[in-house]
């Protein structure tokens, strides 16, 4: 199984049931928008129909791992009916509870920067391991935005504490603060990034398959991580209402235009 070669997403299983998902927008920095929302969610769930599937490894094709929204397009989302823009906040938070629910474990492997959507990728993954070079940063609120749909997969990787500071500060930090803080849970040399993948892989192989999905299903249900339906959709209406409001739009003028924003 695999999939089409140009999509924005490519993903392929081998014969021991290990999925390759690769995030394949690399002259935009795997930044995301529609197309790259609809071609994770496929991706899910067609490996997810697999019934020999074991693990899925999520990385990021080119320079970086993904570097949060596409804020062109999320400017073209703001713009939009208000009816499009809280069905593009759906469907963005429907992609991570897919990911966070996979029922088999999930590896983030992250180089170069992983910023916005990106660390809630990674926080929605059950092991992440980065690079020396990954750069971080929780960045929604430079652009008058919020990271909504993404903050429960963070309080459970991270815990409120560290994402109260991170999430509302937007700085950037760097690998080995990303594992002191729980975002990622080992840090090696780039050039080592696919080797321990595969040495993580190798281990959860060895292990029960109805037992890793019992063990994550229970982890799943006492964290944090996985809101209700209610949660979930309070959520998708705080993003997207941000998203339209006029200190967004001043926030993505600002990225446009390459300037400081002007906050009232």
């Known amino acids: 199984m695999t999939s089409n070669p140009t ?4 993903w392929s299983i081998d ?7 690769t995030l394949n927008r ?6 995301y928008d529609g197309d790259l929302i609809d071609g994770l969610i496929a991706a899910l769930d067609a490996l997810r129909s697999a019934s020999s599937l074991r693990a899925v490894v ?3 094709n080119g320079r970086h791992f993904q570097a949060g929204a596409d804020l062109k397009w999320i400017d073209a989302v703001r713009r ?4 499009e823009n809280v069905r593009v906040s759906r469907r963005t938070a429907q992609a991570v509870r897919r990911l966070n629910g996979v029922p088999v474990p999930t590896v983030a492997l992250v180089h170069g920067g992983c910023f916005g959507g990106g660390t809630g ?3 929605a993954c059950d092991v992440a391991i980065a690079a020396d070079d990954a750069i971080f ?5 430079r652009w008058g935005l919020t990271a909504a749909i993404i903050i429960p997969q963070l309080a459970d990787a991270i815990g409120v504490r560290q994402l109260r500071r991170y999430a509302l500060t937007g700085e950037r930090f760097g690998a080995e603060e990303a594992r002191r803080i729980g975002l990622v849970h080992e840090v090696v040399a780039r050039a080592e990034l ?7 892989v190798g281990g959860l192989l060895e292990n029960g398959p109805q037992a890793i999905a019992q063990t994550k299903a229970c982890a799943l249900a006492c964290g944090a991580g996985n809101p209700d339906d209610a949660t979930f959709d309070e959520l998708i209406e705080a993003h997207a209402g941000k998203r339209q409001s006029s200190e967004a739009a001043e926030g993505l003028a600002s990225f446009v235009e390459k300037r400081a924003a002007r906050w009232n």
């Open 15 to 21: 014969a021991r049931g290990v999925a390759s998902v």
């Open 26 to 31: 690399p002259e935009v920095n795997n930044a």
């Open 137 to 141: 940063s929780i960045a929604e609120v």
């Open 7 to 10: 999509s924005p997403v490519l």
């Open 121 to 123: 990728i990674v926080a």
């Open 194 to 200: 696919q080797a321990a993948g595969v040495r993580i």
């Open 58 to 60: 999520i990385r990021g």
């Open 80 to 83: 939009s009916s208000p009816q």
